[in-house]
């Protein structure tokens, strides 16, 4: 019958609703969800106090608006999940507060040739006391390696053999030099746990109970409510003040501010852009806008499978290019983001200096009814419909689909700005609002997508300029590619950079890369996202605002870092 | 045939019809479902015609809908590609906190709408009544999910004071039982408010004009010609017998109590069937969104049918015609 | 035989306009459809016209907007002028389809009895009970989001009332001493029908088509509420879905969550009293006059 709560650790934070990825990596999602544990118990009012929370200077909890997908790390994809398994699990190399690389796992990385050799720290046990091993690490990097697995597989393409000279050094060999350091992305993995399974098996595993070496040890996960975890009083580095770390899930932007004014919660670590000036003038929070490495996007579909249900005429690029000069990147920042976002341009946010490429005035494909026009009446879209719309010749409408995700209210309000935006230029949108999962499954549907436009986002997995380079590659198709663009051209000045070793060559091949793919206009980026956090001043310090977030960022020091108390 | 049994077999067939009208309306939907419980997870063709089969799909209609009776029989509501369980155990977890909800509602719903209902009948004709009919008329004109909003809005907002999400207070610890009953206590109050302020409209309307209907009639006539003071005549005599009507119109009651709960449950995430019902559609998890349905159908009926038998035991004339 | 009850629509009005609540749901309906109707010819602002930059955005009554801004800067007046045709439009096209079928239905099952009306009245019977929003939400997330639809599903589920109070009131005619004669004449089922019943349900069918439109309106909002309404019209409850989700509660937007609701609220209970006294006047039995 109906089930009684049985753990108090499991507490039923009503704030259910799935949904995922506001702006993450996504790709092959998989759960979320809600229910709450149920109370038979009826409530009664008695007079007395309200319940005590568990100590503050203990418990650091964070609320969030996206579900984990899995505890798996070579099947998942969310940023959240991302996040969540960094404190399980341990890289060999790490970025520390100030965004700079740190020992970890390992306490030297050097890379010489087409090799890199890592010497590995001793005395390090997994959360099930076994001892940590190089069999570990050389286990895990063949895994990836050999069958490319998952996301940190594009940083092993070029991956061919691993090796144990003994038992603290292990040398990665490669095809060419490797420009970035997969040792940053990679989270270990334990082989004596691992090991039995097939990798058909890894595929769908949950790993429901994670074991790792990191700070802290897999606790409790109540599915589209709360995941947490406790301190690993043995982990080798300084112990963090934090007891633990918890994540709830909120659906609402109001709820999730008003828990956070109210104290059950510690941190938000995306602020909604329309309830951040109510939260920055509370005085009882630290609230910041801090440069990001992340953006949202309008994506086009350009896929050339023969069973895609995408929309054949945005295959051709002027109507691509049409969409952009129709797109208001500063309307979009005003309106949709309360003035809380950079009006943007290409794949990399200015945070990553040197590489950051902008278009000169001319360039700008941005903001311009007039060109857009233009565009289309040369191209022979001069037909037009009772209410405006253009057609093709054979009268066919220029009306496309655009989804959003329904509680990434951000995108909803971009896409419906964009709307009004195209229809000045003769372009019909149709907007349809989807949960997260839907969305990601709708888009990442290779074989068949049946879609034309989406409004969605990406956070640069690390602080290296390859990965959102990566992202349009030909062989991310089934990958990351969400729009399944597919140029030569744009893969070849990739694999170039990935292996140049001289920096400002690279900025070079770069900044050429991200020309080309602007101007194609497969993705419409509006906006560069300021990171909008807040957190509760009184209950911790030591935090150190750095760009890319507090937390949520490559570095997951500032959990370590956290003092509790003032 | 007796009553009851008669009465139990339109349970029983109505509750057939439940399931076959459930077991049509989700078979109808456009696009292939396999794709859609599979979500983003690539399949073979192999895979494909795999799941295909173990979902019944690859049958006939007819055939499909006999495995579904079979599973339900069992006790299988499907499995949930986005909570990756089967659907049961996703329920199991949620419809005590509806049933929580619904019947601390209901029961100061009843008692209070009754009571004053009673009353305002009672002064017939005079100020009060009239005033206390406009009063419920308005409240019944109100959106239930509206109200929550209003409520969230002055005790979460603007005043303070009560919890206006979940079911309790997130990750706490509680001293004793007592005090995780009162945490909870706490956070039932605005929903309940929510569903009472509109729903109490509905029995304050009907026992009112029940009440009126009963003190015309020639029994009480007859009372008030015994000379028995005004007090029993209410109480006493009519107030009993205007609670047959009052028992009837609940039928009506019980289907809109779901509807109500429902948009609740949305405004204050209150983790139950409503909440559920909503996140399964915003998901398009259609397993999940069938389930939620099925019980809630049933639930209806099942509830009916206990109204049914309570109204016969009251006045066992009824059940001749209805 | 009494005939007291009126069956022309004029004197149906003048009966109501004498009922103290009859009178106050006619005003409130007469401004409604008047506000519905001239409204949004005469306000200032398009109700789609985006704000020009970040502090339009929810911005309190004032500089020319008499209820302010929503999350987009677009002016909160004319979409709730905007708004109340949707409302309206919805709640009186499900109306009219809910009332097409009951009252067909009624008739038919009341006129002709036996198996139909058994086979009928089940249906019937099952429809009521049936909770009506989880089938809506149903409906509405497997067949799609746009205006027709919805107007199908709240019409579809909105009959069976209607059905019964129609088939009770054809029951109770067609025992009149003149239906058998007129029979006995010669004169066929249809020329009854129409002649003889049709005349003497019609006020019923209107009074309680009144009621029903309260509810359909209420259905829509809160369809729109949660989501399943048409996402490229603005309706009453869309417009509640969008200051909740928004953060208008939050930063005490009142001028935002307060006016959709006070216009559910009126058209509603205009429709609400209004229907109440019609019946009280069609259904003797049922006056309990306020």
Known sequence: MVSIETSENTSADANSVQGFGSFSRRNFIRAAALTGSIVVVPGFLAACGSPKTAPTNAMLRVGWKSDIDTFNPFTTVTTEAIEVQSLIYDKLMDYGTDLKIEPSLATSSTAAGNTITYVLRESVTWHDGTPFTADDVVYTFDLIGKNQLGINAQWLTDYQSVTAPDAKTVVVAFKAPQAFDPGLVIPIVPKHIWEAKTVEQIKKDTNASPIGTGPFKFEARTQGQLVSVTRNDTWWGKAPSAIGVSWSLYTNDDLQAQALKNGDIDIIPQVAPTVFDGLKADKDLTSVALDSFSFHHIGVNVSKVPGSKGNPLLLQREIRQALGYALDRDQIVQIAYAGYAKAAASILPPSFGDSYWEPSADQAINNNPDKANALLDAAGFTKRDSKGIRQTKDGKALSFRIIAISSTSVDVRTAQLFQASAAKVGIKLTLAALDSDTLASTVYNTDAPDWDLFVWGWDSGVNDPSYLLGVPLTSQIGGNNDVFYSNPEYDALYTKQATEIDPAKRVELVKQMQQMFYEDCAYLIPVYLEKLQSYRTANWSNLTETPGGIVFNFTRDNYLKAQAGN | ?322 | MNDVTPTHPTGMVRQLWRLGLGRAGIIILIAVAFAAIVGPMIFPFDPAAVGADASSILQAPGNGHILGTDELGRDVFSQLLTGARISLFVGVMATIISTIIGASLGIFAGYYQGPADTVLMSITDFFLVVPALPLMIAMGAIFGQNLSIIILVIGFLSWPRTARIVRSQTLTLRERQYIPRARSLGAKNMRILRVNILPHVMPLIIANTILVVAGCILSEATLSFIGLGDPDRISWGSMLHFSFVSGAIGRGAWWYFLPPGIGILFVVLGFTLAGQALEQITNPRLAADV
């Open chain 2, 1 to 322: 045939m007796p009553y009851i049994a008669r009465r139990t077999l339109t349970l029983l067939s109505s509750i057939v019809a439940i399931v076959t009208f459930n077991f049509l309306l989700f078979h109808i939907i456009p696009g292939d479902p396999i794709r859609l419980i599979a979500r983003s997870q690539h399949l073979t063709a192999d895979e494909i015609a795999k799941l295909h089969h173990e979902y019944g799909l690859d049958g006939s209609l007819f055939s499909q809908y006999l495995t579904y009776l079979k599973n339900l029989l069992h006790g299988d509501l499907g499995f949930s590609f986005t909570y990756q369980e089967p659907v049961i155990d996703i329920v199991k977890r949620t419809v005590g906190n509806t049933a929580l909800l619904l019947t601390t509602s209901t029961l100061i719903v009843v008692i209070a709408g009754v009571l004053i209902g009673v009353f305002a009948g009672s002064r017939h004709g005079k100020r009060s009544d009239s005033s206390t009919v406009i009063a419920a008329l308005v409240a019944w004109s109100l959106p239930t999910f509206w109200v929550g909003m209003l409520l969230v809005f002055t005790f979460g907002v603007w005043i303070g004071g009560l919890p206006i999400s979940g079911i309790k207070t997130p990750h706490a610890i509680y001293d004793n039982i007592f005090q995780k009953w009162q945490d909870i206590g706490m956070h039932l109050i605005l929903p309940t408010l929510t569903l009472a302020i509109v729903d109490i409209a509905f029995f304050v309307i009907i026992s009112r004009t029940s009440l009126i209907e009963v003190m015309s009639e020639d029994y009480m006539l007859t009372a008030r010609g015994k000379g028995l003071s005004r007090r029993t005549i209410v109480w006493g005599h009519g107030f009993r017998n205007a609670l047959l009507p009052v028992l009837t119109a609940s039928v009506l009651y019980i289907s809109a109590l779901v509807g109500g709960a429902i948009q609740v449950e949305v405004v204050y995430s209150w983790p139950g069937m409503g909440l559920l019902t909503y996140n399964s559609v915003l998901s398009r998890d259609y397993p999940v969104l069938e389930a939620c349905f099925l019980i809630t159908a049933v639930a209806v009926l099942v509830a009916n049918f206990a109204t049914d038998l309570l109204y016969h035991k009251l006045d066992p004339r009824v059940g001749v015609q209805k």
